[in-house]
């Protein structure tokens, strides 16, 4: 597939006001697809890698759910498959790379382990005055001032942002113990490739994995694939991958799909959003978690629809290139609208059915983004 380029809003997480936080409304997102990884990936480019610079060494990039913040059901889920992989007493340090606040550290630390992290951005600073048997590097990975190997490596929410996760993978096995562990996760993005969602898309993340993708990764560093499992309401692909390689990790027939249909899905998908929304004025369609929306909108040019999201720190906010503050379920029952689209494949079951049982939107048409093949 030719490298593709299309103009998509800069997203680092809501805002106070219109502005972006000074960051660029819109930017280009070029696309291509690497047919040895099966994998859907952002091409780099110098605008780009300096913007996203800035916001790194700002601790402003969307931080998702790796602590109790907000629900922290990806934390919780990580932690589990953590400890399910490591419970040998055999493994005991453990160096995090892109530690945050170091949520996923002081559990580790509980459990007895060594750790170190590793992390760029000014919130790890709160780890440090908590925890100081925890050793925290301020700095990027690769890093000089990690002096050691480790028995498991871990990064959550982190592969994804990296140019090369192929030399991401192979710089970390240096610093891992013979039949040392790397454990680590990222965005499910199956569904949304299956689907023709292009909510997948944005500027901060540079690779797109399924399963498959993974499986063919870990043969392509010398890696065993010890588990590999969807986590988290499915919205997470978690993996352990082993430093020892005999053979090649088998591709079992259900990881297989025909990828090459994405950009065609897109197109099929974007039009039918387009008429559904064109039945009504802006202003008479509710938008429910737009953050997945945010791309689809912005190329059909329908930006002044209501937004809705249940997630308390989004209130009152705005999203890059839409006009709307968003709100929350209360205030969408105060002034019930025509049509909801409902666009969370990890929520949306739960949404509708409290859409659907709210009497205030009995004459609410409500569609959810799962069922729009159906339409």
């Known amino acids: 597939m030719k490298l593709q380029t299309i103009q998509l809003p800069f997203f680092f997480g809501v805002q106070p006001n219109e502005l972006n936080g000074g960051k660029p409304q819109i930017m280009p997102f070029k696309y291509g697809f690497n047919t040895q990884l099966k994998l859907y990936y952002q091409e780099s480019y110098a605008d780009l890698n300096e913007v996203l610079k800035k916001v790194y060494e700002e601790g402003s990039m969307l931080n998702g759910e790796m602590d109790f913040s907000d629900g922290g059901h990806q934390g919780k889920a990580a932690m589990d498959f953590i400890l399910k992989n490591i419970s040998s007493a055999k493994f005991r340090s453990v160096l995090e790379i892109g530690c945050g606040n170091g949520f996923l550290l002081k559990e580790l630390y509980k459990h007895g382990f060594d750790c170190v992290g590793l992390e760029p951005g000014p919130q790890v600073d709160e780890l440090k005055n908590e925890f100081n048997k925890i050793k925290i590097i301020k700095d990027f990975f690769p890093s000089k001032s990690i002096q050691q190997k480790f028995d498991v490596i871990i990064h959550y929410n982190v592969i994804e942002h990296i140019q090369n996760p192929k030399e991401f993978l192979l710089e970390q096995k240096k610093y891992l113990n013979d039949g040392g562990k790397i454990i680590f996760g990222m965005p499910n993005c199956e569904p949304n490739l299956k ?164 009497e205030a939107l009995s004459n609410t048409r409500i569609l959810n983004i799962e069922n729009f093949d159906q339409l």
């Not at 430093?243 to 079992?252: A, L, M």
């Not at 429910?288 to 689809?296: D, G, T």
């Open 195 to 358: 689907n023709g969602d292009i909510s997948i898309f944005m500027h901060e993340h540079f690779n797109y994995f399924t399963r498959e993708s993974l499986v063919l990764l870990a043969n392509s560093i010398k890696m065993e694939v010890e588990h590999i499992e969807f986590a988290a309401n499915d919205g997470m692909i978690f993996c352990s991958f082993i430093n020892k390689y005999n053979i090649p990790n088998s591709i079992e027939y259900w990881l297989k799909y025909n990828w090459d249909e994405f950009p065609l899905k897109i197109e099929n998908s974007l039009s039918i959003l387009n008429t559904e929304i064109s039945k009504f004025e802006e202003q008479d369609v509710a938008i429910y978690c737009p953050k997945r929306a945010l791309n689809a909108l912005s190329i059909i040019n329908k930006l002044s629809c209501r937004l809705v999201d249940d997630t308390p720190s989004m209130y009152n906010n705005y999203l890059p290139s839409l006009q709307k503050k968003i709100e929350n379920f209360n205030d969408l029952i105060k002034m019930p609208p025509k049509l909801i689209i409902i666009f969370s494949r990890t929520f949306g079951k739960e949404i509708l059915i409290k859409c659907n049982s709210n």
